[in-house]
């Protein structure tokens, strides 16, 4: 159930102060509404809106320079219809980094309206730095060779490590005809070379046979398209020079083989012994 004005959030947020022990009063000193705790101990600023914008969280900004604590109040409508409905986690936490708290208000036909605390002002940010995705990000900037991109832009394909790569890899099978992933590998030193080769993500390359590939069309197009993005690097290509044929061996003359010795001798000795003895 959608609320028509912003005015409906006040009275389920007071009501959810007021349990927690403060005192509630609205539009003080042109602050929607302030909850302070009878003994003074502490005091909270809300400011609501029926969906979070640029100007509730500019007005939440401005109420840090009176107070410590300020929470923004927002509608959590069931139907999920806008954007930002499908985004509060990272609302909750952008309210985190800048020292806001964030609540929700979800509305019932029936039933009273429900309130959601998703973070208390001054609460420390959850997700910090995310190394890996840092580190992929110094990675990709690392192996481009330069900057062939326009920022901003939409609806065009962009030139990435990966593109380079697997121009580099087209380059070579251009020049070279047939290569195996190894040899490709050894020409471009990318040891990612067997797996483009295989997965083939651009279309660029065929295979010929075991362990053979070579370029197709559309991979010349390609380097036509792109040939500044490895001009640079065409430059300093080359292909190895192919191996001299090697002389053959002269081959070496056969020793004569002895003959074998016989047992016919021995039977002859041994007669002979016996002959003689009688």
């Given at each position: 159930m959608a609320v028509n004005k912003e005015e409906e959030l006040y009275s389920p947020i007071k009501r959810y102060y007021e349990k927690l022990g403060f005192t509630v009063k609205s539009e003080v000193l042109h602050c929607d509404l302030?909850?302070?705790?009878?003994?003074?101990?502490?005091?909270?600023?809300?400011?609501?809106?029926k969906t979070f914008n640029l100007a509730l969280l500019l007005q939440g900004i401005e109420r840090l320079r009176i107070n410590d604590h300020v929470v923004l109040a927002i509608e959590r409508n069931r139907k999920k219809s806008g954007a930002h409905n499908q985004r509060f986690s990272d609302i909750t936490e952008l309210c985190r980094m800048l020292g806001l708290g964030l609540m929700t208000v979800t509305f019932f036909k029936t039933k009273t309206p429900v309130i959601e605390m998703l973070c208390e002002p001054g609460e420390m940010p959850k997700r910090g730095i995310r190394r890996t995705r840092q580190a992929r990000l110094l990675k990709e900037f690392r192996e481009r060779s330069g900057d062939y991109n326009v920022g901003g832009s939409t609806g065009r394909k962009l030139v990435t490590a990966y593109r380079e790569k697997a121009l580099r890899g087209a380059y070579a099978l251009q020049q070279a005809g047939i290569l195996s992933p190894s040899q490709l590998t050894a020409l471009t030193s990318n040891p990612q070379s067997p797996s483009m080769l295989r997965s083939n993500y651009y279309g660029w390359f065929e295979k010929v046979g075991r362990g053979q590939y070579q370029l197709t069309p559309s991979g010349a197009a390609a380097l036509t398209e792109y040939a500044e993005v490895i001009a640079e690097w065409t430059e300093t290509f080359a292909l190895p020079p192919v191996p001299e044929p090697k002389a053959a061996k002269v081959a070496k003359a056969s020793k004569t083989p002895k003959e074998p010795k016989t047992k016919s001798s021995k039977r002859t000795k041994t007669t002979k012994v016996l002959l003689t003895e009688n």
């Amino acid at each position: 159930m959608a609320v028509n004005k912003e005015e409906e959030l006040y009275s389920p947020i007071k009501r959810y102060y007021e349990k927690l022990g403060f005192t509630v009063k609205s539009e003080v000193l042109h602050c929607d509404l302030v909850a302070i705790k009878p003994d003074g101990s502490e005091a909270v600023v809300v400011e609501m809106k029926k969906t979070f914008n640029l100007a509730l969280l500019l007005q939440g900004i401005e109420r840090l320079r009176i107070n410590d604590h300020v929470v923004l109040a927002i509608e959590r409508n069931r139907k999920k219809s806008g954007a930002h409905n499908q985004r509060f986690s990272d609302i909750t936490e952008l309210c985190r980094m800048l020292g806001l708290g964030l609540m929700t208000v979800t509305f019932f036909k029936t039933k009273t309206p429900v309130i959601e605390m998703l973070c208390e002002p001054g609460e420390m940010p959850k997700r910090g730095i995310r190394r890996t995705r840092q580190a992929r990000l110094l990675k990709e900037f690392r192996e481009r060779s330069g900057d062939y991109n326009v920022g901003g832009s939409t609806g065009r394909k962009l030139v990435t490590a990966y593109r380079e790569k697997a121009l580099r890899g087209a380059y070579a099978l251009q020049q070279a005809g047939i290569l195996s992933p190894s040899q490709l590998t050894a020409l471009t030193s990318n040891p990612q070379s067997p797996s483009m080769l295989r997965s083939n993500y651009y279309g660029w390359f065929e295979k010929v046979g075991r362990g053979q590939y070579q370029l197709t069309p559309s991979g010349a197009a390609a380097l036509t398209e792109y040939a500044e993005v490895i001009a640079e690097w065409t430059e300093t290509f080359a292909l190895p020079p192919v191996p001299e044929p090697k002389a053959a061996k002269v081959a070496k003359a056969s020793k004569t083989p002895k003959e074998p010795k016989t047992k016919s001798s021995k039977r002859t000795k041994t007669t002979k012994v016996l002959l003689t003895e009688n």
